[in-house]
């Protein structure tokens, strides 16, 4: 039997759930490289999901802790959108993926893992990505370490 290591899921396995909302958290804090903030808008930031699906996986998400998309201002609604055409063109550019998949998981039975903190993803993807390492053993393959990646987009965020 072959083993695959993923040592960085580790954190998050063993990380107390005290409840407090993990965007909040980050969001307060200054440090964005460590949070693996790209980008903070006016009332949106995009972050690195720090537990990606695939490479390059991306969240945007509002400031304010709200949970349903109703509860989105308009300000805030344009500002997903122009943040989520720039994370497109931007991982386009440095990926080169062949497709996206973009949307939310609104409550706990859509498969939201943060169910009160409104939140799009933006998952690049390749023809042949999909395989049975998720189906059969429970994991993905994610080939580049995140604050690599993170170093590699940075610059066009700030640009």
Known sequence: MNNLWAPWRIEYILAPRDGECFLCKIFAET???ANLILHRGPTC???????????GHLM????????EFTDL???ERIEIMDLTERCI??????????GFNIGYNLGYAAGAGLKDHLHQHIVPRWIGDTNLMPVLGGVTVVPQALNDLYAA???DFDA
Not at 45 to 55: D, L, Q
């Open 31 to 33: 440090s964005d490289a």
């Open 60 to 67: 945007v998400c509002p400031y304010r802790h709200i949970a």
């Open 153 to 155: 987009l940075k610059p």
């Open 89 to 98: 063109a931007i991982l386009t550019r440095r990926m080169k993926p062949q």
């Open 45 to 55: 930031a995009v972050v690195m999901n720090r537990y990606p699906y695939t490479g």
């Open 73 to 75: 201002t308009r300000e």
